[in-house]
Protein backbone atom coordinates (compact mmCIF):
# COMPACT_ATOMS: atom_id res chain seq x y z
CA UNK A 1 0.00 0.00 0.00
CA UNK A 2 1.27 3.59 -0.99
CA UNK A 3 1.00 6.11 1.41
CA UNK A 4 0.06 9.74 0.24
CA UNK A 5 0.79 12.76 2.03
CA UNK A 6 -2.88 13.16 2.54
CA UNK A 7 -2.71 10.07 4.71
CA UNK A 8 0.20 11.32 6.87
CA UNK A 9 -1.25 14.97 6.98
CA UNK A 10 -4.64 13.52 8.75
CA UNK A 11 -2.81 11.48 11.23
CA UNK A 12 -1.40 14.30 12.36
CA UNK A 13 -4.07 16.82 12.29
CA UNK A 14 -5.57 14.27 14.46
CA UNK A 15 -3.12 13.04 16.44
CA UNK A 16 0.12 15.26 16.66
CA UNK A 17 -1.11 19.41 16.17
CA UNK A 18 -3.26 19.77 18.86
CA UNK A 19 0.21 18.93 20.97
CA UNK A 20 2.37 21.05 19.15
CA UNK A 21 -0.39 23.94 18.89
CA UNK A 22 -0.61 23.97 22.78
CA UNK A 23 3.24 25.07 22.55
CA UNK A 24 2.72 27.51 19.97
CA UNK A 25 3.82 25.09 16.92
CA UNK A 26 3.37 22.92 14.09
CA UNK A 27 4.99 20.57 11.82
CA UNK A 28 5.24 20.62 8.36
CA UNK A 29 6.18 17.67 5.96
CA UNK A 30 8.85 18.30 3.51
CA UNK A 31 8.52 14.85 2.07
CA UNK A 32 8.56 11.24 1.56
CA UNK A 33 10.85 9.56 -0.03
CA UNK A 34 11.69 5.34 0.02
CA UNK A 35 9.58 5.32 3.40
CA UNK A 36 11.68 7.81 4.83
CA UNK A 37 9.28 11.19 6.36
CA UNK A 38 11.11 14.18 6.53
CA UNK A 39 9.32 16.91 8.70
CA UNK A 40 10.05 20.32 10.37
CA UNK A 41 8.76 22.23 13.00
CA UNK A 42 7.45 25.63 13.20
CA UNK A 43 6.39 28.42 15.64
CA UNK A 44 7.79 27.77 19.24
CA UNK A 45 8.69 24.40 18.79
CA UNK A 46 11.26 25.02 16.17
CA UNK A 47 14.43 25.48 17.31
CA UNK A 48 12.98 24.04 20.62
CA UNK A 49 15.84 22.46 23.22
CA UNK A 50 12.84 19.55 23.20
CA UNK A 51 12.87 19.20 19.42
CA UNK A 52 14.25 16.01 19.18
CA UNK A 53 12.36 14.67 21.99
CA UNK A 54 9.03 15.98 20.05
CA UNK A 55 10.23 14.05 17.06
CA UNK A 56 10.78 10.53 18.93
CA UNK A 57 7.96 10.71 21.28
CA UNK A 58 5.13 12.25 19.47
CA UNK A 59 5.69 12.56 15.59
CA UNK A 60 7.74 9.29 15.30
CA UNK A 61 5.59 7.38 17.93
CA UNK A 62 2.00 8.03 15.85
CA UNK A 63 3.21 8.46 12.44
CA UNK A 64 4.68 4.68 12.89
CA UNK A 65 1.89 3.14 14.52
CA UNK A 66 -0.59 4.70 11.72
CA UNK A 67 2.20 3.84 8.81
CA UNK A 68 4.47 0.73 9.70
CA UNK A 69 6.16 0.52 6.25
CA UNK A 70 7.55 4.57 7.38
CA UNK A 71 11.34 3.36 8.49
CA UNK A 72 12.22 6.71 9.94
CA UNK A 73 11.09 10.07 10.60
CA UNK A 74 14.21 12.58 10.76
CA UNK A 75 13.91 15.99 11.74
CA UNK A 76 15.11 18.66 9.52
CA UNK A 77 16.13 21.44 11.21
CA UNK A 78 16.15 25.48 9.61
CA UNK A 79 16.94 28.70 11.52
CA UNK A 80 14.15 30.86 10.70
CA UNK A 81 14.87 33.20 7.65
CA UNK A 82 13.25 36.25 9.93
CA UNK A 83 15.37 35.53 12.63
CA UNK A 84 18.81 35.37 10.80
CA UNK A 85 17.46 38.68 8.88
CA UNK A 86 17.49 40.16 12.54
CA UNK A 87 20.64 39.09 13.29
CA UNK A 88 21.87 40.84 10.16
CA UNK A 89 20.58 43.75 10.96
CA UNK A 90 21.84 43.57 14.72
CA UNK A 91 25.30 43.04 13.22
CA UNK A 92 24.99 45.72 11.05
CA UNK A 93 23.43 48.35 13.26
CA UNK A 94 20.40 49.04 12.02
CA UNK A 95 18.50 48.00 15.07
Known amino acids: MDITLNQIESVLDAKVRPSLAAHGGDVIVQ ?23 TNEELISLEICQA ?3 IRDIILV ?19
Open 67 to 69: FPT
Open 31 to 53: GLEDDVLKVRLTGKCSGCPAAHS
Open 77 to 95: EETNPELINMAHKILNHQL
